[in-house]
């Protein structure tokens, strides 16, 4: 599927690439079967520490 160019300038959000350097990292040291499900549990994680905050 083609996507036609477009002047629109993508911002990557603050904080972006550090989570998945984080997730890249982790699935290198973990070399998990189902990296779905090992970035959705990776991602609740995260999660559970930021609510506790």
Known sequence: ???PYS???????KGFQNILEG?????LRSQPDDIFEFGAKYFEQ????????
Do not use: D, F, I
């Not at 002047?7 to 959000?13: D, F, H, Y």
């Not at 997730?23 to 699935?27: D, P, S």
């Not at 995260?46 to 905050?53: G, M, N, P, T």
């Open 7 to 13: 002047n629109t300038k993508l911002r990557v959000p």
């Open 23 to 27: 997730l890249a990292r982790e699935c």
């Open 1 to 3: 599927m083609a996507v």
């Open 46 to 53: 995260l999660l559970q520490v930021r609510e506790r905050k």
